[in-house]
């Protein structure tokens, strides 16, 4: 089971990164957990000072960009 988190605020592009992940992991038929990450504390806490930003697995994979879904089912592979 893949965990995927999105480190945001909740601002419009944190709501389509955790769409994009989300439709992504469906796609590449992965068992996952979603999480919207959006306390400051816990974000900084990845090294993270730009949102948003894709965590899976505890991995940092992308930061301040929404990859495509072809991307992100790359990095869940």
């Known amino acids: 089971m893949k965990r995927i ?3 945001g605020p ?3 592009k944190c709501a ?3 769409e994009v992940a989300e439709a992504a992991a469906k796609a590449a038929g992965v068992e996952y ?3 919207k990450v ?3 504390n816990r974000i900084t806490g990845f090294g993270v000072m730009m ?3 894709l965590v899976i697995d505890g991995e940092v994979k992308t ?3 929404v990859p495509s879904a072809e991307e992100i ?3 869940l592979a």
């Open 5 to 7: 988190q999105v480190l």
């Open 10 to 12: 909740g601002c419009p």
């Open 16 to 18: 389509r990164l955790a």
């Open 33 to 35: 957990t979603l999480e």
């Open 38 to 40: 959006t306390d400051i």
């Open 51 to 53: 949102t948003p930003a």
């Open 63 to 65: 930061v301040g960009k």
């Open 73 to 75: 089912k790359a990095m």
